[in-house]
């Protein structure tokens, strides 16, 4: 699909995740898809009550927003919503994409997605319906090798054909998880993340005595 002279956006980059906080990583694979796919914008939407995550209390999602917020205010393909927040109960990606598709029913969406989750994507609820929905973005990520598993969602899934692309990005090994362990320990992290982000986590004491 083409962009018309109108301005409309066609191609739609969605970037889900925790968020918990945002970092480098994450913006990344955002604007490296961005480019590489043409997309007009990219909508960051951290997640509501993750299915899949049973890890430690999860910070708000109003502080997670804000953090996304912070990182994204400074370039102007980088949208936010609070969608998935702002839903009772657990947020399935399904649920999300739904409701997008319906508000754009003719764009190109894209979703966005670390080499990790990539290889979680058949547990998702419904994930037939969600190839239905939207074409995924699979950025390189360290530790994640997702080329076996593309091989074999080809032989297995082949519905899913040409709806998986993946996407080389300068590999950064970085992960919320660490960044969590850090501020903990007290150790640095700066440079992981916007310095805007680091400032509001500092002040708010997100992370700290927290297994
Ligand atoms: P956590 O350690 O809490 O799981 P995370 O760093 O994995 O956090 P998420 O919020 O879980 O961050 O990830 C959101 C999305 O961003 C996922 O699709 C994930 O694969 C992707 N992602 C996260 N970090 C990176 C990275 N360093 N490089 C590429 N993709 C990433
Ligand atoms: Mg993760």
Redesign the pocket.
Known sequence: MKNDLTGKIHRLGI??????P?????L??AEMARAEFKLDKVLFI??GT?PH?K?RD?SAGKLRYEMVKCAIQDNSAFDISALEIEREGPSYTVETLRVLRRKWPNHELYF???????LEIFSWREAEEIFNLIQFIG????G?DASDFLLKVQQEHPETQGKIHYLE?P??????????ARVQRGEPIRYLLPESVRLFLEQRGLYKGKA
């Open positions: 970037m889900g995740g925790t968020f918990d945002i970092h480098y990583g994450h990344v694979a951290p997640t993750p995550k890890r999860i966005i997605t670390g080499s990790d989750a990539l950025a390189a990520r360290p994640f990005v590999a950064l090994a970085i992960s919320s998880t660490d960044i969590r």
